[in-house]
């Protein structure tokens, strides 16, 4: 066990039995609150305070409630070197395993508190659009929250908590990681994301998260407020800038992922400041925070059976080129499904996203949203504004759906897939395929299990999930999977058990037989646990 | 009393108590078995048979089944010089009223019969575009049915049949017309048509309609046949060209009516050749059906509660510029609408055209079409396919809607209006604005009473109507009316009863005060008959 496991292993113990950890939780305080002037290691608190809400004019870092695996992990990453500071590299050199274990979760016992402010002379507002919405389409940008859960309130041990750090701390983090000083974390992904933002964008982000709220109140929207008015100038400058001289760009930026198409001309969607007005734009506004926050929204979250968005699927809420983008569906519809046998229009295409992919039969209401209802025509009123100046009818536009793979020459393998998954997905949606939610809000969707998608959903096919992660996953591009193992993984995945097909006629067989005739459809094969076959369903927990 | 006015009376007279019309019966059968050698009269049947069915090689016209008002009218257009023919202008002048009013009336009471057949060497198919469908881009050409009844079976006393007419006496009439040796017809109307066409397009429409059945079958569809096969390049050629160099051209073509936009390059619609292929295909030739035929076919015509189709106000089955077309309003929608104050998809329009235009509430079911059901998804397929390739959200494509008219600058009178109405309009629509439907299908919309739109539908406003007029009506353009005059004749028409508004809530008063509080708008206004109130409603006969 390497020593970096051996602090986390501690640390999980400690967070898991609390009653039983005041010997290390009392260690940990002292070591916080008064150090161990014998062996040279100086108190915490006198940089991140005795509340842990960390010091604007020191740039220390706010530790109070962060999570333990995450603190100890930093320190570890300050004793390989990956991390870098006159205070803190010797400091984490001096301690023990059980110190570092001791002192995280001492901090990540106390009280959330900030004491982080964003200075006078940088808009905090002029960073939202990047921190909410990131930059997709021209650099390959995801939302900052997309992964540090909604507000930047944090997600689990490996996506820390932005909101209300000092901003001297957050802005210094990504100028560490834009020029490589900090480097070590999974997937390389903030070097990457540092290293396409420029100075000014770094210092608006900084500010935007330092002013956050510590805890999620109202999740943000995917549009620019509507109040307070939109912002100035400041607002829109950092999307439109592009990385700057002094940016380090990872080698592989501007390379096109396997499955991701190359478009010289694609559709671009309206910005999202160009909101019409009046009641269409309060629709179209509306529509935009379903498609995000379905789940939650207590007018969608009635038809939602599980722990899915549209936005989970539909990347960048429904702009992204390659993952299904909402604007190429919109006029594609009416049309034909083979999986429906009839003409649907896009109201019907989308109740069968709530049929499937989120799963009503487990919802509130047990049913999809009625069609002439709020949640529907918001819905429709937010797509058809995506596709403004899209020209009807045309099925083949650049970026509609994913990029379809070849079937694989060799088959797939879900072992390999299983090693693959571990690799690169598990970081986010968890070893278990179980996706990470915080106060609710989606963070990382279940891949399998009772919140995920069901058993009619097109994701549960093979050459489905296949197409979509070559095209997008993981979703910042720093590592990109062969065509083949995007296969491996999508079997992996789509071999564990989820909610029942709709469609279930009291027969696997049967079923199977009549909706999942396909070689790319695990659903009724021998395939679970001990060889059980899948397709029994999963009840919801 | 005119001469013809008499005939006419006489004529009616006849047909109206049949009973007692033995003896002019037998007197007319008598002048056309034998006619009167005495007075030079030879008989009817030497040329037009028997049967009184037509003789294809002597050009003689079908007479059996014709209205006798219609026939008694031809032969005193003989009389007058208005049609000329070496044997029947004489005859036509040795006739005494009392003649024509009896062979009127027996040939009228004669069952249907045909003798027509077409030239082998003419496409008969070939003249199903223009028939059925028109040429109201190109040339401002409506559709010979549109006037003449579905399948060309004749529309009232003003419109006879061309179905089973012989060709050769088809093609002499139009021929006849196009260079002005026959005229006289209200409003010039078909001296404008024929002059429009040219040779090849007269041939292939004589060969069509002598070839159609006597009585509607299975009245035809917008769109091509889909089995026979489309046709062959004869088919669209009379579409594609235009009025050849010996054709009579008047001198108002190409001038831009009052009340329609000027455009330099309007959206052009696809072709109705080139509809999709597979199951969407066959929506969208459903939905141009149901567009057509809302009033009678089986699917949608439990919802239409008076005598009203989508085409009857979206002239050219919802293709034609300035006449709201269908391509226009699907890249509109969702869209909020001050009536309704919410934002309406494209299905939720529908759905009020049905509610109000076609005044489901006195219809079988009571209801408009249900949102998923089959009608709204295949109209909704036929409007998506007419926008094929208009940008999304183009909320001001040219031609959309109508052209706003100012409001007059004196006001609009009814009792000017009443006089352009008999002067313009009820030659069509009837003097009591009852429309003129044949085997149930709409050729002429009811105006007012009990079969016309309600008090709910946009068109009873007087400033909606006077719009749609100045830039549609009359339907040919040989007439058009002054922006003042279609203010005038607008309000004669909206200043009769009609179906109650849907929303009425017990009191005129208190409706026109909420949904009617505008000075275009007559409802609750004290305006008919003795001075009532308008707004009483009429009920279903």
Redesign the interface.
Known sequence: MTHLAAVMATALLIVSVPASGAAPFERGRTLAEQGDAARGIVACAGCHRADGGGDEALGAARLAGLEPAYLATQIERFRAGQRSHPVMSPWAERLTPVDIAAVSAYYGALAPASNARAPSDVDAAAGRALAETGDWPERDLPACVRCHGPGGVGAGAVFPPLAGQPYSYLLAQLQAWGTGRRHGEPMALMGAVAGRLDADEQRALAAYFATRPLAVADPADDLPDPSPPPATASVSTPAMTVAGANAVVPEHLGAVPAGRAEAASRFTPPSRDALPE???GE?VRLGARLFRHTNTDPRSAPHVGNDQTCAGCHLDNGRRADASPM?AA??A????RGKNQ????M??RI?GCFRYSMNAQDSVSGQVPE??GLV??AL??YI??L????????TAMSGRGYPRLQPPAEGFDRTRGAALYAEHCALCHGAEGEGLLVDGEVVFPPLWGPRSYNWGAGMHRVDTAAAFIAANMPLLDTVRLTPQEAWDVAAYINAHERPQDPRFDGSVERTAARFHASPFDLYGEPLGVDGAVLGQGVAKD
């Open positions: 009046g009641p269409l629709m604007w919109w006029v519809y009416p049309a034909y009839r003409v649907d229009t109201a019907e109740q069609t002439n529907l025509d429709q009123s058809f504004w596709a403004t100046g899209a020209p009807t009818g045309d």
